[in-house]
């Protein structure tokens, strides 16, 4: 009898393929023959469900873009506000990852995030271990709750920094990691050196693995705002994904250690992490990570990747001044975190010049509310603090000429200083569409009707919903 884990991957590769009907009732079966009530399709992990997921073509090359939404669950998690979508895609990309044939090349799985407060995805990663992948991982975070820090070990796992409480006045773990009878030095990136950074990427690469149609392909890149967590950083909040299939510009080079690919970047996150755990770290002095088309500067044909720290230029801003703010310009903000003036002084010169500006922060600094306000064009104002992604959608025409095109810029970068001078992050700048835009109508969903936007219509003290203009 297959396990819950096969049912759930069957399932959701059936919607995929559009014969979700006949396997769902087959499912039923498996399940009553086991001794069961069958459930629900939903409690299989469908998920052809409007505003979940779309797959579409980005630079010729397949992306899968998924969702969560936690007032409509795409994937009910084990309450009724946690939707488990993503965290049910990232298990997928792992446990589809194959082992590697007898004398072949390795088969490789990286990744870099916050941390993984998940026990599934890490027992997916252990199972990928198990049977022979290399993975190789690099958190912020301990976490206890899933055994000590052996287990990172299990799977290639290494930690940014030295000592890093999560909140409140107890630390995940002792400020004493190495036994030395000395405190830990406090930085806490992997690339950035930082004192003051952390590893706030939330990325991995794949060799090769399946799409969610069950094709083996290989280069393949996941970026998303989800940390593997049931906070509102993960299935407890609103965030998307995307997955590149066969970019190997976007992927990297596993013979050139310098490359320019995402690959490339958590392999020197790895290198430059603890190991063993409590072992002097080698930094390398990248506090100003990001050099254009150099370090910290990826290049693919389905999305282009800035990597943080920058100490030099404003990117962000950089991005918004491309655009010419006319009539046809449309910026979509949808933030966890919106701190930094510049932005919005930006996103107010661009209203005041005709762009139709809407804004959505988890939260937000006093202030930026009150530059925000000061717009005299059309400039609408809300927050919700279960908001975790960190995306801009941009529609116009680019002051280089041109047509309307239609962009997202998503990852791991909150409108913060830190995000910008100090982390370790991914602005992931997905390639532009034109007339046909699948990728752009999903992420505007996202915000809108699937999304915060269409559920902060008035202020709420239930949902915490603030309109503020």
């Not at 919106?338 to 661009?350: D, G, H, N, S, T």
């Amino acid at each position: 009898m297959p396990s819950t884990h096969q049912i759930l991957t069957m399932s959701r590769r059936a919607v995929a393929s559009g014969v979700a009907g006949v396997l769902i009732a087959t499912l039923g079966t498996i399940l009553q023959l086991g001794g069961g009530a069958a459930p629900t399709a939903s409690a299989h992990g469908e998920t052809n469900v409007t505003g979940c997921q779309v797959k579409s073509t980005l630079g010729g090359r397949i992306t899968w873009h998924h969702f969560t939404r936690p007032h409509a669950p795409c994937e009910l998690g084990t309450s009724s506000a946690q939707d488990v979508h993503i965290r049910n895609e990232m298990i997928r990309l792992i446990d589809d990852t194959p082992a590697p044939a007898a004398g072949a090349d390795p088969v490789i799985i990286r990744g870099a995030f916050l941390a993984i407060r998940e026990p599934a995805v890490v027992d997916a990663l252990k199972r990928a271990h198990d049977r022979g992948v290399t993975v190789r991982f690099t958190f912020t975070y301990d976490t206890p709750q899933l055994g000590d820090k052996s287990f990172y070990r299990a799977f290639g796992g290494r930690r940014c920094g030295e000592f890093k409480p999560l909140g409140g006045s107890s630390p995940l773990y002792s400020p004493d990691d190495d036994g030395d009878g000395t405190l830990s030095e406090g930085r806490w990136g992997c690339n950035s050196d930082h004192t003051s950074g952390i590893a706030h990427t939330k990325a991995m690469t794949f060799s090769k693995t399946k799409d969610p149609e069950g094709v083996v392909r290989p280069w393949v890149v996941w970026t998303g705002s989800h940390n593997a967590a049931q906070s509102h950083g993960g299935s407890g909040g609103y965030n998307n994904s995307m997955t590149s299939y066969n970019d190997q510009a976007l992927y990297g080079d596993h013979e050139n250690y310098d490359g320019l690919g995402v690959y490339n970047i958590l392999r020197q996150m790895y290198n430059n992490a603890d190991e063993p755990i409590g072992a002097p770290r080698r930094l390398k002095g990248w506090v100003d990570y990001y050099v254009p088309d150099e370090r910290g500067t990826v290049n693919g044909l389905s999305a282009n990747i800035i990597a943080s720290p920058e100490a030099q230029t404003d990117f962000i801003v950089g991005r918004l001044n491309l655009w010419q703010p006319n009539g046809n310009c449309e910026v979509r903000v949808q933030q966890a975190v919106f701190r930094r003036a510049e932005i919005a002084e930006k996103l107010v010169q661009m209203s005041n010049a005709g762009c139709r500006v809407w804004v959505m922060a988890g939260t937000y600094t006093p202030s930026i509310v009150d530059i925000l306000k000061r717009a005299a064009g059309a400039m609408s104002i809300r927050e919700m603090p279960r908001v975790h992604d960190k995306s801009f959608l941009v529609q116009g025409n680019r002051k280089s000429g041109g047509s309307v095109s239609y962009q997202v810029y998503a990852g791991s970068h909150n409108l913060n200083v830190p995000s910008l001078r100090q982390n370790d992050e991914f602005f992931v700048m997905l390639t532009p569409e034109g007339d046909t835009h699948p990728v752009y109508n999903a992420y505007n969903a996202h915000f809108g009707p699937h999304g915060p936007w269409g559920q902060c219509t008035v202020d709420n003290s239930a949902n915490g919903c603030q309109i503020y203009r």
